[in-house]
């Protein structure tokens, strides 16, 4: 059978188990309530994430009866009647020719390089040569160029939003179109600033995360340690070395990138001080739970919210009646 052909787990209740090929994401070890090491085991079927928790053994146990993360097996799931999910028996291997560990895989439809060019070509619309010859837009593509395949290849987050080969060009390019056209309403921004800032200010998670082979992102050894908007503005240094650029404007751009999560209490290092940094965490955010509620809609009923409250947005999700 296709993957396509199996029931998916967003079909899954208490009434209704059912048994289907999974690719284990993450097997990982954790703490429970009462102090004792459990294992949770990430589940994703190409549609839906879930979380299955197995009490009193640890992930090396798993590891030695041939348990690991990053492989197929076929599972039977259940969900209890307070809703949580678990594997009934042991996972097995998948021997189904018909599944591959491709079908798991989450790559953006669009077109990456085609992306990138579209980011190349609103950088190029904003270049502003007043401050000097060598300009924030220079700069800006000297970076993208420079660091182009990670750029297009890498996810965008773990999780959360655009999780995906290809999330972090998509969403760059969706934050820097929002930015074009938030220009045509303030013209008293800096045109240049804002979309550069746009471009650029998630380009430290290609530092932050790997991505795998199937578009899962992890963190690097010292990505948590210290995160996209320090590696962010690494690069900008980096860069900016080669070149005669106006050190107030380059100093501005690292500041988008330093404040683009708004509040410290979400991961900024300071809080935006300009109106650009401001329209740029806005437009970020934005995007970023939009993508979370498109992927929320896809396993959800028409005039259903969702059981628990959804991590990122912070609120139970709706989905409106008339939507399919």
């Known amino acids: 059978m296709k993957n396509s052909e199996y029931p998916k787990l967003s079909e899954l209740t208490a009434a209704r188990p059912l048994a289907r090929p999974v690719y284990f994401k993450k097997v990982e070890n954790f703490t429970s309530t009462n102090g004792k090491t459990c294992v949770a085991i990430h589940a994703y079927d190409g549609y839906t994430t879930v979380r299955v928790n197995v009490f009193d053994i640890t992930a090396e146990v798993l590891q030695n009866r041939g348990v690991v993360e990053k492989k197929v097996y076929y599972c039977k799931f259940i969900k209890n009647d307070r809703g949580f999910v678990n594997i009934e028996g042991d996972p097995m291997p998948c021997n189904d020719p018909d599944i591959r560990v491709s079908d798991f895989g989450q790559r953006i439809p669009q077109d990456a390089e085609a992306l990138y060019a579209k980011i190349v070509t609103a950088i190029e619309s904003v270049r502003n040569t007043s401050y000097g010859e060598d300009t924030l837009a220079d700069l800006s593509l000297k970076i993208l160029n420079g660091i182009k395949e990670d750029f297009i290849r890498s996810s965008a987050a773990i999780s959360m939003h655009h999780e995906q080969e290809g999330g972090l060009v998509l969403h760059s390019f969706n934050v820097s179109c929002a930015a074009l056209l938030m220009l045509k309403l303030y013209k008293e921004l800096d045109g240049e600033l804002l979309v550069c800032g746009a471009a650029l200010h998630d380009i430290g998670k290609i530092k932050e995360y790997n991505t795998d082979e199937l578009g899962y992102a992890t963190y690097s050894p010292l990505g948590q340690g210290l995160g996209h908007m320090i590696y962010g503005i690494e690069l900008i240094d980096e860069y900016a070395k080669t070149g005669n650029y106006n050190k107030e404007r380059v100093e501005l751009l690292k500041h988008i990138i330093a404040s683009h999560h708004g509040e410290l209490e979400y991961g900024a290092v300071t ?10 965490h806005s437009l970020d955010d934005a995007d970023a739970k939009l993508d ?33």
């Not at 809080?271 to 740029?280: H, M, R, S, T």
Request: net charge positive.
């Open 271 to 280: 809080k935006p001080c300009i109106p650009e940094a401001v329209l740029i």
């Open 292 to 324: 979370m509620f498109k992927k929320i809609y896809k396993d959800m009923a028409p005039g259903e919210n969702t059981e628990k409250t959804v991590f990122g947005l912070d609120t139970k999700a709706y989905k409106p009646s008339y939507l399919n």
